[in-house]
Nanobody, 129 residues
């Protein structure tokens, strides 16, 4: 019933751009905040960005290179990425939580990740020349 679906991943050259999309169903963005996470092979999953009715935030690792936005009429969240680097290579996950927690610091915490209620299956982003 409740679904989170990511799309838009792919292979991109260093310095390139990519736009990820997260579409949710079974709930609305009026009631849930959305966060993007990523996980590179052999590494911990890390928070990238989050957005809700009150604010949006970015992790230091992607600051100035990422823009998060929403279209609530479409139950969709976008993650625009630019100036991509090889270290951005990862599976990118979209997740939802029924609260308003979202901060640059908070999204770096495992507790924040554990608070997500619904998860997508991820979309692969590969940055390589």
């Amino acid at each position: 019933q409740e679904q989170v679906v990511e799309s838009g991943g792919g292979l991109v050259q260093p310095g390139g751009s990519l736009n990820l999309t997260c579409t949710v169903s079974g709930f609305t963005l009026d009631d849930y905040g959305i966060a993007w996470f990523r996980q590179a092979p052999g590494k911990e999953r890390e928070g990238v960005s989050c957005i809700n009715d009150y604010r949006w935030s970015y992790a230091p690792s992607v600051k100035d290179r990422v823009t998060i936005s929403r279209d609530k009429t479409k139950n969709t969240v976008y993650l625009q990425m630019r100036s991509l680097k090889p270290r951005d290579t990862a599976v990118y996950y979209c997740a939802a939580r029924p609260d308003y927690y979202c901060s640059d610091y908070g999204i770096q915490l495992r507790q924040y990740e554990n608070g997500m209620r619904y998860w997508g299956k991820g979309t692969q982003v590969s940055v390589s020349s």
